[in-house]
């Protein structure tokens, strides 16, 4: 079984054919990233009118790649939430028309149980791909780090989950994003972050790690704040100094060592909260996704802490795409009916 997965949830343009949910045959993104960095963040009247401009290439791409013709697709999966409205609307609609004019069921796809279900790709014919060797087993934990989320769920099976935690404030991608602007670093911060941490001491200083009142929510706002309060105190000026004129007071040193203890109360966050789920759900599987997933040291530590190890897969599956979205939809399309395609909307605000 072949389907063709939309995601037009953020800033990534993003269409792929998977076979059987586990055969990756094509995977096409455009991101519109280099006009947002012009701005340090995503602009969504930029991200809609991007979309607009690239789906329909990105879709004939992803089905030229595969070898496909629209016979050979069985189904449409795309991302309906959650995410930036006018983003997703873009996806939804085209997706809807598509499967009206093409005749084919329509699976509608929570972005972020996407993100996890990356994991389930471990074969491809396409080159350049680090895939998974063993498909994730169930009961499986989940860890999302993305730029809009941060959770960890406790899957019983395909779709029977349960949202164990999440941030109660920002995500831990956009408090990478955060440290980066203050660091006078390029957006998207987390590769930029990361990157420059190498150079850096992680113990040059002391950052806070926040409690939250429920053992497996995240919070990462403090952080953020104590990295603003440091770097103004690095440089001798109050708490009312402008953040978007620190870089330039910075020196390299500090603006390194800044990067690399920040990076590692982050990820040691979201370890630490991975190891005690993990020590109480005992899952035969641990799978992680998101773009956060990318990151060196988060995939460094886990290794080290996980006795049993963790299942995450190429980084270019990690950020935004729609293989992901097409193998979540292979696997719905077993166990829901699909949507309607005169009426599917979108959930800028949707949940696990
Ligand atoms: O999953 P994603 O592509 O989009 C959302 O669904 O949000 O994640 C984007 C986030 C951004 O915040 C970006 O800074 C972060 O993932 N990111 C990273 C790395 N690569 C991307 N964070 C840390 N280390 C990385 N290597
Ligand atoms: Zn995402």
């Known amino acids: ?21 586990r055969h990756l045959l094509s995977n096409e993104v455009v991101s519109s990233m280099d006009l947002h ?13 991007s979309h607009i401009e690239v789906i329909n290439p990105v879709i004939e791409k992803a089905l030229k790649t595969a070898d496909c013709n629209w016979h050979d697709i069985d189904g449409i999966a795309v991302t309906y939430g ?8 873009i996806g939804v609609l085209t997706a809807r028309t598509l499967a009206l004019v093409k005749n084919k069921p329509l699976y509608a796809i929570n972005h972020m149980e996407g993100h996890l279900y990356a994991n389930f790709i471990t074969s491809t014919s396409l080159s350049n791909y ?22 960890l769920v406790f899957f019983k099976d395909h779709k029977n989950y349960q949202l164990l935690g999440q941030t109660t404030d920002d995500a831990i991608g956009e408090a990478f994003d ?7 670093l390029p957006y998207p911060g ?16 002391k ?3 926040a409690k939250t009142q429920k053992e497996f929510d995240f919070s990462f706002s403090g952080l953020k704040t104590a990295v603003l309060r440091l ?5 001798g000026e109050s708490y009312d100094f402008p953040s978007k004129l620190l870089s330039e007071r910075l020196n390299e040193s500090q603006k390194a060592n800044i990067a690399a203890s920040f990076q590692r109360v982050a990820i040691d966050t979201v370890v630490k909260k991975t190891l005690a789920a993990n020590n109480r759900f005992n899952p035969k599987s641990i799978v992680i996704g998101g773009g956060v997933a990318s990151d060196s040291l988060l995939r460094s530590r886990l290794s080290e802490e996980l006795p049993h190890g963790f299942i995450t897969t190429d980084r270019k599956l990690c950020t935004d795409n729609g293989a992901m979205i097409a193998t979540l939809g292979f696997y719905q399309s077993k166990f829901s009916k699909p949507s309607n395609p005169y009426t599917l909307g979108t959930f800028p605000n949707l949940s696990m």
């Open 178 to 184: 955060k440290v980066a602007k203050i660091l006078g």
């Open 231 to 235: 770097a103004q105190h690095e440089i």
């Open 207 to 209: 950052l806070p790690i």
């Open 130 to 151: 680090l895939l998974p060797d063993n498909t994730p087993k169930f009961p499986m934990l989940g860890l999302i780090v993305s730029g809009g989320h941060t959770q």
């Open 190 to 205: 987390g590769p930029s972050v990361s990157r420059l941490a190498e150079k850096g001491d992680p113990n040059a200083y």
């Open 82 to 89: 959650a995410g930036l409205n006018g983003s997703l609307l």
């Open 1 to 21: 079984m072949r389907i063709l997965g939309i995601e037009t949830s953020c800033d990534e343009t993003a269409a792929a054919v998977v076979e059987d949910g």
């Open 37 to 49: 960095a012009l701005f340090g963040g995503i602009v969504p009247e930029i991200a809609a009118r």
